[in-house]
């Protein structure tokens, strides 16, 4: 689909294509418009609460932040596991 746009700040839009690194006017608008787009949804889904996210840190970090033991493997680190085991009977 085609839409005739009149710019009338010529000067945004010369900054806009150096910006994103483009040389057409087109393509300056259709990445500026599909950014704006990304943002706001991300927005919306904030404010809506429908993330399905406990958490505040993107996916793919919790599995390297969870993918080795928290404690050392000796002694005294399976001592501590020992005793939060049993405190929770």
Known sequence: MSVIVEISNVENL???KEILGVNKDSEAIERS???TIR???AVQ???DGSDNGDHDL???YWEDLFSEPM???NP???AVIDERNEARY
């Open 58 to 60: 993107p996916e793919e």
């Open 45 to 47: 889904q904030k404010t």
């Open 39 to 41: 943002e706001y949804e």
């Open 71 to 73: 404690l050392p493997n």
């Open 14 to 16: 010369r900054r806009l």
């Open 33 to 35: 418009m599909e950014r």
């Open 76 to 78: 005294g680190s399976q």
